[in-house]
């Protein structure tokens, strides 16, 4: 008898430990980078500020706020994640 695969385990595929190790070697190599250009962000709302671009300062500094909040405090702090 032919065992049918679940719905479930055909959309989402298992987690493997060497699924793992990959998806931390992909993190390790880009989390300098990532945090570089959410840094850099920061210049976003001088620019609002200034008028060099027309979103408002208030739509802009959330977004920044929010973004660096997850990669400065979450990530960096809870390298685990």
């Given amino acids: ?3 049918k ?3 479930v385990s ?10 793992r190790v990959r998806a931390s070697k992909v993190y390790s190599a880009v989390e300098r980078p990532l ?3 959410q840094a850099a962000a920061i ?5 609002s500020l200034v008028g060099l671009v027309r979103s408002p300062v208030s739509a ?3 977004q920044i706020a929010s973004r660096l909040y997850l990669t400065w405090f979450i990530l960096w702090s ?3 994640t």
């Fill in 1 to 3: 008898m032919i065992k």
């Fill in 35 to 37: 945090q570089l250009a």
């Fill in 10 to 19: 055909s959309i989402v595929p298992c987690c493997e430990d060497s699924e």
């Fill in 60 to 62: 802009t500094l959330p």
């Fill in 78 to 80: 809870f390298p685990q």
């Fill in 43 to 47: 210049l976003e709302i001088f620019h």
């Fill in 5 to 7: 695969q679940s719905m």
